[in-house]
């Protein structure tokens, strides 16, 4: 009877310790990108003449690449810089310069300027090629064609490319429209759709095995991995990308009011809230409004310059609450069409580049609702994420 008695006592105490225990949740380990995984690549660089895809947010820590490369003793015979510039300091669209970087004495070969495909005299006796820079997710977020360019002049002249990859903040989705032929522009390469949910590494790979490259010729490519990613992270970009993507909010936003730049609505360039403030002089109601001005670097001449702006401000949107977004917000578009007074100078030649088809133009002009634009590009989609399963790394 003492035994049972003092069984019953055991349990009964395993039951309400086990009860009270608190449980403490283990915290996400640290994204580890590929650049800093230098024990992956830098075997790959000895004895090499190396060219460097890069620009400010190719950083390990707070070193950037080329120093870090540089110090270690690699041969860099050149940097290759995109839009924006190597240091991110060029505006949208402006054309970058070749120059020499003060600090190494290295050229600087301009892909986004006269040429945006390396000549064979830029690569001339280069060995490897290295591309690191932060991607945002988005098909015409140019930084991608770059690399796609870049690989495949490295395979047309048999130099290894080597992608270190980095988080895509908008990794955890896909939506949008998937370009069609003839669609194809400095704004878009290749069938994907304008949210495509792949890191640079993943969609090197793509691009690399799809036979997408000139000819169908693939280059030597080699993707360093990073460690503790998937894509269900909210990665937090420690550099920002670009001028006019101030913020993740900003990021968050992008792909959805970047779609303005092609239509008479003014995308927040000019303001100090770009891809989160978006107006125009017509529109009402008039509850939100501002005043875009030229800023150097960021916004020289903006839409609507000068001119008093009402719309919409979503700078004040909890980031919970734009990560939670998981599709392309296409009701702003429509909203601001529908109320526009000159509807047949609204859009622009852009919009078809941005959108990869005329169909969301003529959609949007027929009237459609939303959601009967949506069900248009669901098919095109699933096909896209059949694809896209083959070449995910996280």
């Not at 080329?66 to 054309?95: C, M, Q």
């Not at 270190?164 to 390469?189: I, M």
Request: aromatic share 12%; proline share 7%; net charge negative.
């Amino acid at each position: 009877m003492k035994q049972v008695t003092i069984s019953v006592i055991i349990l009964l105490s395993y039951i309400l310790f086990s009860g009270c225990k608190t449980t403490t949740k283990t915290p996400p380990q640290q994204v580890i990108v590929g650049a800093e995984l230098t024990d992956s690549y830098l075997p790959f660089l000895e004895n090499k003449n190396v060219g460097l895809v890069v620009n400010q947010t190719s950083v390990i820590d707070s070193v950037h690449l080329i120093d870090y490369l540089f110090n270690k003793g690699v041969s860099i015979k050149g940097i290759y810089a995109p839009e924006h510039g190597y240091k991110g300091n060029v505006e949208r669209g402006e054309h970058v310069d070749g120059t020499t970087d003060p600090d190494t004495g290295i050229p600087v070969h301009s892909l986004y300027g006269q040429y945006r495909k390396p000549t064979p005299e830029m690569l001339e006796g280069i060995n490897v090629m290295i591309f690191d820079m932060q991607d945002v997710g988005v098909r015409f977020f140019t930084y991608i064609n770059t690399m796609t360019r870049v690989m495949e002049a490295s395979a047309e002249n048999g130099i290894k490319v080597i992608v270190l990859d980095r988080p895509n903040p908008l990794g955890y989705y896909v939506d949008g429209p998937v370009l069609k032929p003839g669609f194809e522009s400095g704004v878009g390469l290749f069938p994907i759709p304008v949210i495509h949910g792949m890191t640079v590494g993943e969609y090197a790979q793509m691009v690399n095995s799809e036979g997408w490259l000139k000819d169908g010729i693939q280059c030597d490519l080699e993707v360093v991995k990073m460690k503790n990613y998937t894509h269900e992270t909210k990665y937090q970009l420690p550099v920002l990308p670009s001028p006019n993507l101030p913020d993740m909010k900003s990021i968050y936003l992008y792909p959805s009011i970047c779609l303005f730049e092609g239509a008479d609505v003014n995308e927040g360039r000019g303001t100090d809230k770009p891809f989160q403030v978006f107006g125009a002089p017509y529109y009402t109601p008039k509850d939100v409004s501002y005043v875009p001005k030229s800023i150097p670097v960021l916004a020289l001449h903006p839409k609507f310059e000068g001119e008093t702006c009402y719309g919409y401000d979503l700078s004040e949107t909890p980031l919970a609450e734009l990560q939670n977004i998981k599709q392309l917000e296409i009701k702003y578009v429509i909203d601001f069409y529908n109320k526009s007074d000159d509807k047949e100078n609204f859009f622009t030649p852009f919009f078809d580049k941005l959108a990869g088809t005329d169909q969301l133009r003529e959609q949007i002009i027929a009237g459609l609702s939303e959601d009967e634009i949506r069900k248009s590009w669901q098919a095109d989609l699933d096909n896209f994420k059949q694809m896209r399963k083959k070449y995910l790394l996280y």
